[in-house]
């Protein structure tokens, strides 16, 4: 039998448009994919990212080819880092014949982390997302967004109390865009060590002392938390432009509270 390649296939994708319509973004999205991501010891993490892969198209071509993003995810199997993502937009640009795309993943990162006192050490999981994007005459642009769940305690309740101070679980986002090579780790730890203390996948009763009293030492509004965080994005040469979000899950109100701030390094 002749090979399915042998045969005459039109390629209906690469035929003209007359609509004169250009699409800026067009491609596949929802792909979960296995990935393994170089850490900043430089050993590989193993989690599935959730892919969204774009690119231009222009106002006479028909259609992009699909099949060619789900190839370039196929053909890189070995562990990745920021600088390999980077050469693999590159790469779905050239294979599309497009001048503007954008590789868009979302995946729950894990750190190992030592509790403070036991020295135990356990996994902390973190939500992550990385966007690579070109655009049309622009260099291509990375940009980080991790998510880091903290503690906060608040400061008034700690005034106004005879004893003790509620405090909650929060949130604090990091997007990022960069300027220099930046690890998620070093993202993560510029939101727990300004919080009023960081959290533990496990703790022993010695662990669990030390952040309890941890955080009553370091009590935090959520405008502290952001202004905090921000002070120090700000001395930070590797990013262009940052922001800064916390949501505190309150433990006294059945509502959260917000905070967000932005800003772009000269």
Not at 23 to 49: F, K, M, S
Not at 68 to 80: D, K, S, T, W, Y
Not at 204 to 210: M, Q, S, T, Y
Request: negative net charge; proline residues 5%; charged residues 25%.
């Amino acid at each position: 039998m002749n090979a399915p390649e042998r045969f005459f296939m039109p390629d209906v994708q690469s035929s003209p448009d007359t609509r004169q319509l250009a699409i800026h973004q067009v491609g596949v999205r929802g792909l979960r994919y296995p990935l393994a991501l170089l850490g900043a010891d430089g050993q590989a993490r193993h989690t599935v990212a959730t892919l969204s892969m774009s690119v231009g198209l222009p106002p006479e071509v028909k259609g992009t080819h699909m099949s060619r993003f789900v190839e370039i995810l196929e053909a890189r199997r070995a562990p990745m880092s920021i600088d390999s993502l980077q050469h693999m937009l590159g790469e779905m640009l050239v294979r599309l014949e497009a001048n503007s795309g954008r590789i868009e993943m979302a995946f729950p990162w894990f750190i190992v982390k030592a509790a403070p006192v036991s020295g135990v050490e356990s996994l902390l999981d973190y939500d992550v997302r990385i966007v690579l994007e070109k655009r049309p005459g622009c260099a291509a642009e990375t940009r980080l967004e991790i998510v880091a769940p903290v503690t906060s305690l608040c400061p008034c309740s700690k005034k106004i109390s005879a004893y003790g101070a509620h405090n909650q679980r929060s949130h604090i986002t990091l997007a990022v865009l960069l300027r220099g090579e930046m690890s998620l780790e070093e993202l993560a730890r510029i939101a727990e060590e300004e919080a009023s203390c960081e959290v533990f996948g496990l703790l022993k009763r010695p662990d669990e002392k030390w952040v309890t009293e941890r955080a009553y030492d370091n009590p935090k509004f959520v405008e502290d938390l952001v202004r905090d965080i921000a002070l120090r994005l700000m001395k930070e040469l590797r990013i262009a432009e940052w922001t800064v979000k916390s949501e505190n899950f309150e433990s006294i109100h059945n509502h959260s509270a917000y905070a967000e701030i932005s800003g772009r390094n000269c």
